[in-house]
Structures are given as structure tokens and as C-alpha cells.
């Protein structure tokens, strides 16, 4: 399969473009480092709440393709009308699960010796994590709940049919609630990576609904 690239998605092949290289680093971590003299190490506050930050994401897509200037006049003015300074979802067609987000610009080039052009696609202030395209869904009833989880932290929109009352714990700590039908958020259920167990205690269904997303 020819590799391809999709933004907002728009299949850039479909375009006529063929996708030459792309660099997906991975984010830098924030970083706070206060030196302290007479001490031999430094104080670091990389994980000053718990976990790792990270900066920007960046990344750059380099594409192709051969014919004449205004053949590719035309391919650089449709791919720019609809997305330069646009806030785009990327995926590439290795890994179709996942997805990338952030403010993409466009540079175009063009050798009229070789009658090959370029479009280099990137982005400075894209989201860290990339994320699952889709939704993770889990629905159960009274008993423990057992949710999966990548390596993002995420706080699941919880939705609840009958008066319930969730039981979990984050470390050392135990939360409960207690609450009636509808939607809920609860900023101390965070999932982490891995298994995240809840107990449940309700006459109706709870269903989970949180986005995955790793590095």
C-alpha cells in the first residue's frame, strides 16, 4: 500500500501528492531546574505534580510530485485553501488508530529543471499526545467496572441511569460518590495506564466514555 497521509480527513494522494518523508518526534518534556549552591545536584520539578509535562509537539511532512509549474500551482492551491493555518487532525496510513492535532503550515517549492515540486506540512504547536480516533466506550452494571487505559491520563465522561454509588481508589486513598441519573465528570477519577478498577453499586447501567492517547 502507498503510504499516505489524511488532514481533516483529506487523503493527501488523493491530491496527487506523494508522501516523501515524515518526522513525528517525540515532545520534549517541560522542564524547571533550579540550581542551588553547595549542593551537587540540582533541584528538578519535571515531575513537580506527579507526572511527566510535555512541550509542543512538532512535526513536518515532506511531499511530492512531478509535472508541470501550473499542474502544480493548481495541487499547492487546493491543498492550501483547505488547510493552511488550520487546526488539523493527522493520520498516517500505518497507524490508522491514532491521530495527531495541531496548526499546520504549508511551504511549497518547485525545480523547473526536473519539473518536480514539493510541499513541506508542519506544525510547532501540536497537541503532545496523539490520540485514539476512536472513543472508548465501556457500559456495565452493579459489580466492578474494569477500564483499560494508553499511557495519557484521562477523566471519562461517566454516564448514569439510576442513582449510583462508584467506589475507587487513587493510591493510598478511597473516593466515593454517590449520585443520581445523568452525566458526570469527576476530576479524582483519573485513569491511568493500564487497569483502573471501580466499584458500582446501581439498579441501572454506567457507561464510560473517555479518549485514549499515547506519545
Request: net charge negative; proline share 7%; with cysteine.
Amino acid at each position: 500500500m502507498k503510504p499516505d497521509v489524511t488532514l481533516n480527513g483529506l487523503s493527501m494522494s488523493s491530491l496527487g501528492w506523494l508522501r516523501e518523508s515524515i518526522s513525528f518526534p517525540t515532545p520534549e518534556p517541560q522542564t524547571n531546574t533550579i540550581i542551588v549552591p553547595g549542593r551537587n545536584s540540582p533541584i528538578r520539578y519535571t515531575e513537580a505534580l506527579g507526572r511527566v509535562s510535555y512541550q509542543p509537539r512538532n512535526f513536518q511532512i515532506t511531499l511530492s510530485m512531478l509535472g508541470s509549474r501550473p499542474e502544480f500551482n493548481r495541487a499547492v492551491s487546493g491543498t492550501a485553501n483547505q488547510l493552511a493555518g488550520r487546526l488539523a487532525e493527522v493520520v498516517l496510513s500505518e497507524e490508522p488508530e491514532l491521530y495527531c492535532i495541531g496548526t499546520v503550515q504549508l511551504a511549497p517549492a518547485y525545480d523547473p529543471r526536473t519539473g518536480k515540486g514539493t510541499l513541506s506540512i508542519s506544525c510547532k504547536d501540536g497537541d503532545a499526545y496523539r490520540y485514539h480516533t476512536e472513543v472508548t466506550v465501556a457500559t456495565v452494571g452493579s459489580g466492578t467496572a474494569v477500564l483499560a487505559n494508553d499511557y495519557m491520563p484521562v477523566i471519562p465522561l461517566v454516564v448514569i441511569t439510576e442513582e449510583t454509588t462508584l467506589k475507587w481508589y487513587v493510591g493510598a486513598d478511597e473516593f466515593n460518590k454517590t449520585v443520581s441519573a445523568g452525566m458526570w465528570t469527576f476530576p479524582e477519577l483519573e485513569l491511568v495506564h493500564g487497569e483502573n478498577t471501580i466499584q458500582i453499586t446501581t439498579a441501572g447501567t454506567v457507561t464510560f466514555r473517555y479518549r485514549e492517547g499515547r506519545l
